[in-house]
């Protein structure tokens, strides 16, 4: 016996547009007829195979109404179908009520009437109290209280904005945030997976190649060009030398810088290239002063023994310096940074230096003309190297990458005190992003137009408050009973005591 494949039920989609529905049918039809083949061809797996088919078909549906209950036309449709279940309600007390009035009185007739009476008011009232939220309701006297959320607009942006403060942006909040999520460990974890470190090499890549085609622009040129003109024109260069080395000679840093020179000219002169060097020099200077007496001395041995005086003399010399902290010549080394510090900051002679060295550079064509070429042949390479598919770039930034992944797994006490660098920088940083953010979120609601926003909030929210109108119609019409039931007892109670 064959078996026809299953038929395609369109009444399974919701409304989504003409092409969407015929789309969806032609992909189901397609993986129904393959579905059918493998049936029709192996018929031992008839139930493996119409199981397959039900899971296929169920999970396309699924995923389709997962994407159209996304959209707003499906929210709207959804929101007006959740109305028609209260509204039907309302429509069923009001015909009850109608009939029973139109009957006969009696116990049960008045009761069903009290009942779908007690139900109508609650349905209207709970109706009233859901729509007043978003529109204004015609009532008089009480119509100045409907359409709470479009009169309410600026009170709602500025308490959602203080909520979010208070709630999520408060440092105790975005500490305690740190300290759940231990962010160093999950900066580890990525930056050791080589696919993320690749992925981060290309997002350096795409920035650094953009930060070029910016600069490509000719405005952009123009305006960095004369932003650096206006930031060399404020900068006094004599005065601001000064500082800086008077920055560097604080607490006998520039005595540090004499140790190290001293022990390079101490090295320097150890080897027998310098010494060969000095002895030349030697020689040449008998030859040129004393060219008579050259003819007769042992030049090149007055040229070694001269060379290895000297280099012991510099030697020794340099070593005592190294060894007394007090030496003359630290002394006169002191006095000649100090007075170098005070003629950069207040001598005339060196202040127009500065200036005329700031002139140069600011209105110096060759400088200019120099730096112009030097970017741009450095731009030209980074270019040729950002379309390369070996990039030295994203190779370098990989690698970075890497080793500072492989840094933190390694080091627990690196991860923790990144950790507390964040806490620290959440302290810090909390208040014045919590009020940039709130007083983001408070004039963006602001601006929005009243009506538009009553009716998103509806269309999101809407639906969940008309069982607020099933409910009031149900809670209502029990009241209603127990009313009428109380009142029977009252009846009762009084024809008893009479």
């Known amino acids: 016996?064959?078996?026809?494949?299953?038929?395609?039920?369109?009444?399974?989609?919701?409304?989504?547009?003409?092409?969407?529905?015929r789309n969806g049918r032609i992909a189901l039809k397609r993986r129904d007829a393959a579905l059918f083949n493998v049936i029709r061809h192996h018929p031992a797996s008839f139930s493996a195979a119409r199981l397959a088919l039900h899971t296929a078909r169920r999970a396309a549906l699924n995923s389709r109404f997962r994407t159209l209950a996304l959209s707003p036309m499906n929210k709207a449709l959804e929101l007006k179908k959740a109305k028609r279940t209260p509204l039907l309600l309302l429509a069923a007390a009001a015909c009850v009520f109608v009939v029973t009035a139109l009957m006969p009185r009696g116990v049960w007739i008045d009761g069903i009437k009290a009942v779908a009476e007690a139900a109508m008011v609650g349905a209207l009232a709970d109706w009233f109290a859901v729509a007043a939220l978003f529109r204004?309701?015609?009532?008089?006297?009480?119509?100045a209280h409907t359409a709470i959320i479009p009169r309410n607009k600026h009170k709602i942006a500025d308490n959602l904005a203080v909520f979010v403060q208070d709630k999520f942006l408060d440092v105790p909040s975005l500490v305690g945030l740190i300290k759940k999520h231990d962010p160093a460990q999950s900066i580890t974890r990525w930056l050791t997976e080589p696919a993320n470190t690749a992925r981060l090499g290309n997002y350096v890549v795409k920035?650094?190649?953009?930060?070029?085609?910016?600069?490509?622009?000719?405005?952009?040129?123009?305006?960095?060009?004369?932003?650096?003109?206006?930031?060399?024109?404020?900068?006094?260069?004599?005065?601001?030398?000064?500082?800086?080395?008077?920055?560097?000679?604080?607490?006998?840093?520039?005595?540090?810088?004499?140790?190290?020179?001293?022990?390079?000219v101490v090295a320097l002169l150890r080897e027998p290239q310098a010494r060969q060097f000095i002895a030349e020099r030697i020689v040449d200077w008998v030859k040129s002063e004393y060219p008579k007496m050259e003819k007769i001395l042992p030049s090149a041995w007055l040229g070694e023994k001269g060379a290895e005086t000297i280099a012991n003399a510099v030697n020794r010399m340099l070593e005592q310096v190294s060894e007394n902290p007090t030496h003359q010549l630290r002394q006169k080394f002191d006095d000649a940074a100090h007075r170098l510090i005070v003629k950069l900051k207040s001598d005339p002679a060196f202040l127009e230096k500065g200036e005329e060295f700031k002139r140069y550079?600011?209105?110096?064509?060759?400088?200019?003309?120099?730096?112009?070429?030097?970017?741009?042949?450095?731009?030209?390479?980074?270019?040729?190297?950002?379309?390369?598919?070996?990039?030295?770039?994203?190779?370098?930034?990989?690698?970075?990458?890497?080793?500072?992944?492989r840094e933190l797994a390694n080091d627990p006490a690196l991860r923790q005190s990144l950790n507390d660098h964040l806490e620290d920088a959440a302290r810090a940083m909390a208040p014045e992003f919590a009020q940039f953010l709130t007083r983001h979120i408070s004039d963006t609601v602001k601006n929005w137009d009243p009506h538009e926003m009553s009716r998103q909030i509806e269309l999101n929210i809407g639906?969940?408050?008309?069982y607020i109108r099933i409910n009031g119609t149900v809670v209502g019409g029990f009241i209603g009973l127990l009313l009428y039931g109380s009142s029977l007892v009252f009846d009762l109670l009084r024809m008893h005591i009479g």
């Open 1 to 21: 016996m064959l078996l026809t494949p299953p038929r395609f039920n369109p009444r399974c989609y919701r409304a989504g547009g003409a092409n969407s529905d």
């Open 361 to 405: 550079l600011v209105e110096g064509e060759a400088l200019a003309l120099y730096v112009k070429d030097m970017w741009g042949e450095l731009r030209a390479w980074l270019k040729r190297d950002l379309q390369s598919s070996e990039s030295a770039l994203h190779a370098r930034v990989v690698a970075a990458g890497q080793w500072v992944g």
């Open 463 to 466: 639906k969940d408050l008309q």
């Open 136 to 143: 204004r309701v015609p009532i008089p006297v009480v119509s």
């Open 207 to 264: 920035l650094t190649s953009g930060i070029l085609d910016l600069t490509d622009d000719v405005r952009i040129q123009v305006f960095i060009k004369d932003a650096l003109r206006d930031v060399l024109a404020k900068v006094d260069l004599s005065q601001s030398m000064g500082s800086i080395l008077d920055t560097l000679t604080k607490d006998g840093r520039h005595q540090e810088l004499l140790d190290a020179g001293i022990e390079q």
